[in-house]
């Protein structure tokens, strides 16, 4: 079942001379529990994809549907709520909030919604991010790769759709970035997480089980590493 399907999706910037197409009708599905990435270059349109399938951008033409939504017909409001419980988001600068715990930082779509918490579920989460220990800890008292793993819990939080990282490992240095590697990975496998990453780097994009390359606007490949 595709969890996500993007159909002739174009996004165009300025007019006449000016004019920059930074998506051409883009077309492709994700089925639930897949791990795919998306590699580009600067400038390939790969970030301005991100923005459409997260709703935080809208496109010029065609459509983006998560599940049996299509969210480039909804008003701000419904968007902003339907992401928040839909869509899973990891930072390359984790986008903590520095007042609030550990634990705050990743039930922060619970609150937000007014919902109760589900401790089991915080406690799983922490158990398998290994943030036990860090649970009252604020983020300025962390690591940046502790803060990763907060931000992981956080889009896990609300078994959304699909979780979409934004250049995880960006921010961190090689040894982390591979230990954030790992538990995206195991959060694919632990709870059938489908995971949607974008990345410029080779290496990263390889450790998935399939990957989309951007240029130019255009997806010019799409292969499947892994059975």
């Known amino acids: 079942m595709a969890v996500l399907e993007v159909n002739d999706l174009t996004k165009v910037y300025g007019h006449g001379e000016n004019e920059v197409v930074a998506l051409d009708h883009v077309s492709f599905s994700v089925e639930k ?13 790969k970030s301005t994809l991100m923005n459409q399938i997260g709703g935080i951008d809208r496109p010029t033409s065609g459509s983006v549907r998560i599940g ?21 988001m990891i930072y390359q600068f984790y986008n903590l909030i520095p007042t609030l715990t550990t634990e705050e930082n990743i039930m922060l779509p619970w609150l937000l919604d007014g919902r109760k918490e ?6 799983e989460i922490m158990k398998a991010l290994g943030l036990e220990k860090r649970a009252k800890h604020l ?19 609300n078994d959304p759709a699909f979780v979409l990282a934004d250049e995880p490992t960006g921010n961190l240095d090689s040894r982390t970035g591979s230990e954030i ?47």
Do not use: C
Request: charged share 30%; glycine share 8%.
């Open 118 to 123: 589900n401790r089991r579920k915080l406690e």
């Open 68 to 88: 049996s939504k299509e969210i480039t017909s909804m008003d701000e409001d419904e968007l902003a709520i339907f992401r928040r419980r839909n869509v899973g």
């Open 139 to 157: 983020p300025a008292e962390m690591s940046g790769g502790q803060q990763q793993r907060v931000s992981i819990g956080r889009a896990l939080i």
């Open 33 to 45: 529990g897949e791990f795919v990435a998306v590699i580009g270059a600067s400038g390939s349109g």
């Open 181 to 227: 590697m790992d538990l995206l990975k195991y959060s694919n496998q632990l709870f059938d997480q489908t995971i949607l990453l974008i990345t410029h780097d080779e290496k990263i994009a390889l450790q998935a089980d399939r990957v989309m390359t951007m240029r130019d606007g255009k997806i010019i490949a799409d292969e499947v590493i892994k059975a």
